[in-house]
């Protein structure tokens, strides 16, 4: 039973980051019904803008982390300005294939800065390590955890409770009515790039802190899709539940069914289940089922 806490809760470490991941495809999806196929990019962007802040320019990690979120945040903006804004009123297809096409440019860009070299990445944040009996949580999954539900959380407070978090859901309700009320639909398009480009970066700081940044850091961008697939595309909450259910899924066979010799069944196990999920419900979880008349 012991045994079984434990992987249930490292499960949920993990999953509240894979969670704050999902958030940032599903805030981009409402706002413009396109999905963005590039945010493995943007997690190695916004880590590497925390870690030329903090480890090259050595500012305390309290300035170089607002400071690295806030240069996330305008490079994406910047991004969305060259890429998505000459496409809005056209089809969201259109956007998802070019955020496809704009994932190739940022590897290919990327490829050139890194190349095969990764950068070493502890913060050494105080020691919150849990240590009851058996049970052993370490201090970096757990400030992982942490950092990202209190973002999790600051996003979903900017969303319900102020007056950019209306016009945001205003505009991703209809595009077309909320500028007929007077809202700027494309600077709150804008706004919510930046804002997703931000959440990002602190899922991609607190992965790197497990270890090191490279390149190879953008493939748990990938781990966003079964999660938003599974709690529904349009849905925050569904985002939350998503992420910890693809980490306890992730835990659960890593400690059980690859020991019986299935290596790297881990890697596979969230998309299996994202099939089995589709199957029973095709819009997720707690997606909004929508019936189109033909």
Not at 56 to 62: K, N, Q, S, T, V
Not at 192 to 204: F, H, N
Not at 206 to 225: D, P
Not at 250 to 257: F, N, P, Q, R, T
Request: charged share 10%; hydrophobic share 60%.
């Amino acid at each position: 039973m012991t045994d079984l806490l434990q992987v249930l809760g490292s499960g949920v470490l993990v999953g509240l980051v894979y969670a704050l991941l999902g958030l940032c495809i599903v805030i981009i999806f409402k706002a413009s019904e396109s999905f963005n196929f590039a945010i493995g990019e943007f997690l190695v962007i916004g880590s590497f803008l925390f870690y030329l802040l903090f480890f090259d320019l050595h500012l305390p990690f309290l300035i170089a982390l607002p400071l690295g979120l806030l240069a996330a945040a305008l490079a994406g903006a910047i991004i969305e300005r060259l890429t998505i804004k000459p496409l809005l009123g056209r089809s969201p297809i259109s956007m998802t294939i070019v955020t496809l096409g704009l994932g190739f440019f940022l590897r290919a860009c990327l490829q050139l800065i890194f190349g095969s070299h990764s950068y070493s990445f502890f913060l050494e944040l105080p020691d919150i390590s849990f240590d009851a009996g058996n049970l052993l949580f370490l201090s970096d999954p757990i400030w992982a955890g942490i950092l990202s539900l209190t973002t999790f959380g600051l996003v979903m407070f900017l969303l319900f409770r102020t007056r950019w978090g209306l016009a945001i859901r205003a505009t991703s309700e209809n595009q077309a009515k909320a500028m007929a009320f007077g809202i700027n639909a494309r600077f709150i398009l804008m706004i919510v790039w930046a804002l997703s480009s931000a959440c990002i970066a602190v899922a991609g700081i607190m992965i790197s802190n497990f270890g090191a940044l490279s390149i190879v850091s953008s493939i748990v961008g990938l781990r966003a899709m079964p999660v938003v697939l599974i709690g529904g595309m349009d849905s925050i909450g569904g985002a939350l539940i998503g992420g910890v259910i693809v980490g306890i899924c992730e835990s659960l066979v890593g400690a059980y069914l690859e020991p019986l010799g299935l290596t790297g069944f881990k890697e596979v196990a969230p998309y299996i289940l994202l099939l089995i999920v589709l199957l029973i419900r095709p819009y997720g979880l707690f997606g909004t089922v929508r019936i189109e008349r033909v």
